[in-house]
């Protein structure tokens, strides 16, 4: 089964034809629909609720784009992909761009063909041990049994840390997420290892969440963007700019409630900003409300942040590395002008 | 006469047409894709092979480590995929052989639980079987130090199950080549008894007297090796145990999983070849006086192997791909290893090659070898 799926993606990767290559701004409007890859299984990020409603840090993201395209937020199709599957999806053009908690590297802007936008979310590499275990630090891990997703940086920011640390670990490495919590949660493993904000996912959905600790030690920068393909410039930079524009947003203290009082700012910034000054928009090949749309149909990013995985979720994640630089995070939006 | 008129120049026509298309068909799809991959930016050839594979395998019959290369890494992957088709293999021949005659006994118990087996095993799909067993496995056995410890020297606990191997020692070598040997004498006895009964009609007990000599060479040289006894036990050490045989859950699930699901498929064809050997055949090797142990072996196995011969092929093809369903489990089958390949190089085109082409191997070793045996058990007509 599974190689036949494989066999699928080979034959769609074989038969890529010059219509992916043109522009996809013009596809996606001809389909009316944008194809966004997701993750499918991390609460918070990217997973349906209980109503099949798509909910999600990375889903916002995606829905943001659609606003700025074609000024509604629901003209997306989401599409769950494993960590294995989700390059090969984006490189055969199954989808247009991929917002599911994906690490920038050099080998994936390279090799890869792929290229980040923005960073949505800045995380890092921890540990989620039982607290029975006792174990207090991942120094003490020499010799354990870590479960780990496939096909993520995790796996080798793993065995690098232990390499580095001298220390012994066996892997267990299984694809699906829900899979691999509950072998965690039966004992399979001593440790569960993924990025931080994931692995406070994975705690809420633990049947016991108290049970479990995280680690002190981050081992890794994991700076989490949404991904499209190698030359199409155009498709780049409005996956881009929807990202700046949600962080330039929040600066900016336009939120979904206010933006239309905003409309009548003085601020030339924001007028330039929020298309009553005319001209950003259609530099992008969009309309120029375009950033009055993601702001007044999914919010800003502080928004979008709290209500998945802010202090209130059931995720309770703080701002940390994730706050507007003016507050001493690492969220920083270029000018838009 | 024109040549489309002629029937045979018109067929060598046709050939030379359908090669051209599925040529110039062949041609379009690679020279589509190596532009696409131009276009993009993303690499292709095998180069990568060399490169360091940066992560760790879980299982690894060979030496490996995180600072090996993916070619390594993607070794050890086939060798897992081998060793669990090998050993699935085996027991799944030896269940099926012995469920398949029990659905022929006249006892009604054991045919009926025979059926039951059968029915229930071949109809539930085989990827929740491997869920099923897994799953059983870490829910229901307590973690490594609360082991169960039913026998001395052997462990079970949610990591796996530990027992004690004999320890290393330098007779074990010769151990190995005394069983080899005997294997070798028992082979060449078998042709010489051929032989004598052919011309003399004396019978020999070959069975029996290979049994002693393939278990008694080994025997004898571990007596004159001074009869090494010491057991290497696992122990408890840290966060699991260590020395030992260690079999993980992942391991054992998968095991389970094939061989229960394909011998189930591999009773019927056993059922299948015994019945389709008539009642007569048997009536007829009675009534000119064989022994019960010859009608078996030199009347009906040899009919019912040939019928049995090519479906069971096609079992152990099918178990040599399921076993890719390894991947659902955490078992680092090749499938396994290759995905993560492919996710870390980006190079899906080469990876899916290197996966076709290592099923393609173990499955055309297969089919060569069973093709050999099917032929030589093949009715002979003279």
């Excluded at chain 1, 540990?127 to 049994?145: M, R, Y």
């Excluded at chain 1, 881009?240 to 030339?268: C, H, R, Y």
């Amino acid at each position: 089964m599974k190689v036949v799926k494989l066999f699928v993606v080979f034959l769609a990767t074989l038969a890529m034809t010059t219509a992916a290559m043109a522009g996809t701004l013009d596809e996606v409007k001809k389909r009316g629909m944008i194809k966004v890859g997701v993750n499918g299984s991390v609460f918070g990020f990217g997973m349906p609720d209980d109503k099949g409603v798509w909910k999600g840090l990375d889903v916002d993201t995606g829905r943001a784009v659609s606003a700025a395209v074609f000024g509604d937020p629901d003209k997306v199709e989401f599409i769950a992909l494993t960590g294995v599957q989700r390059l090969p999806a984006l490189q055969s053009g199954e989808i247009d761009v991929l917002c599911r908690n994906t690490t920038q590297t050099l080998t994936r802007e390279t090799k890869a063909g792929l290229n980040f936008a923005q960073p949505n979310y800045y995380d890092g590499q921890g540990f989620l041990v039982p607290k029975k275990l006792g174990v207090k630090s991942a120094k003490e891990l020499d010799g354990a049994t870590v479960c780990v997703l496939p096909g993520t940086t995790t796996e080798m920011n793993a065995a690098d840390y232990f390499r580095a640390n001298n220390m012994k670990w066996k892997p267990v490495v299984i694809e699906n997420t829900a899979e691999l919590n509950n072998a965690f949660f039966a004992g399979r493993c001593d440790c569960l290892t993924s990025d931080a904000s994931q692995l406070a996912a994975n705690r809420s959905v633990a049947p016991n969440p108290a049970d479990y600790e995280l680690l002190p030690e981050i081992i890794s920068k994991e700076p989490l963007a949404p991904v499209v393909r190698h030359g199409d410039d155009q498709w780049y930079d409005i996956v881009n700019w929807t990202v700046m524009a949600l962080i330039q947003a929040e600066e900016f203290g336009i939120t979904s409630k206010n933006v239309d009082q905003m409309l009548k700012s003085n601020n030339p910034g924001i007028k330039r900003f929020l298309g009553v000054t005319p001209g950003m928009g259609t530099q992008l090949g969009l309309s120029d409300k375009w950033a009055y749309n993601i702001v007044k149909m999914v919010g800003n990013y502080g928004e979008i942040f709290e209500k998945n995985i802010g202090p209130k979720t059931p995720l309770a994640l703080e701002r940390g590395l994730n706050a507007l630089w003016t507050e001493g995070g690492l969220m920083y939006a270029a000018p838009v002008r | 006469m024109p040549f489309w008129l002629d029937s045979d120049k018109r067929a060598i026509f046709y050939q030379i047409f359908t090669f051209l298309m599925v040529g110039l068909l062949a041609y379009y799809l690679v020279n589509n894709t190596l532009i696409n991959l131009e276009k993009q930016n993303i690499a292709s050839g095998f180069e990568f092979l060399e490169k360091e594979a940066a992560f760790e395998i879980g299982e690894t019959p060979i030496q490996y480590s995180a600072a090996d290369s993916y070619g390594r890494a993607l070794i050890v992957g086939a060798l897992n995929t081998l060793k669990v088709s090998f050993v699935g293999i085996i027991l799944c021949l030896i269940i099926g052989i012995i469920v398949g005659v029990a659905r022929l006994s006249t006892n009604w118990l054991v045919s009926r639980i025979a059926l039951i087996y059968i029915e229930v095993m071949q109809n539930i799909p085989v990827l929740l079987q491997l869920f099923f067993w897994y799953a059983l496995f870490y829910e229901s056995f307590p973690g490594p130090r609360q082991a169960l410890n039913p026998i001395d020297g052997l462990f079970i606990c949610n990591r796996g199950v530990a027992m004690g191997i004999p320890a290393s020692h330098p007779a074990h070598k010769f151990i190995i080549i005394a069983l080899v040997l005997g294997l070798v004498i028992s082979f060449i006895i078998k042709k010489w008894a051929k032989k004598r009964q052919d011309e003399t009609g004396t019978d020999f007990p070959v069975f029996w007297t290979s049994v002693g000599i393939t278990l008694g060479l080994p025997l004898v040289v571990w007596l004159i090796a001074g009869a090494p006894s010491e057991m290497d036990i696992p122990a408890l050490k840290g966060f699991n145990f260590k020395g030992g045989l260690m079999m993980s859950p992942e391991f054992i699930a998968l095991l389970l999983g094939l061989v229960i699901y394909t011998s189930a498929f591999v009773a019927e064809a056993v059922r299948a070849g015994i019945q389709a050997v008539s009642r007569g055949q048997t009536e007829a090797a009675m009534s000119i006086g064989l022994k019960k142990s010859h009608i078996l072996n030199l009347v009906v196995l040899p009919q019912a192997l040939r019928i049995i011969i090519p479906p069971l092929t096609s079992q152990m093809l099918n178990l040599t791909k399921n076993s890719s369903l390894a991947i659902a489990i955490g078992f680092p089958d090749f499938v396994s290893v290759a995905n993560t390949t492919i996710n870390q190089t980006g190079q899906s085109i080469e990876g899916v090659a290197l996966i076709m082409l290592c099923y393609l191997t173990f499955s055309l070793s297969t089919s060569v070898f069973m093709n050999w045996y099917n032929k030589k058990s093949k009715l002979v007509e003279r």
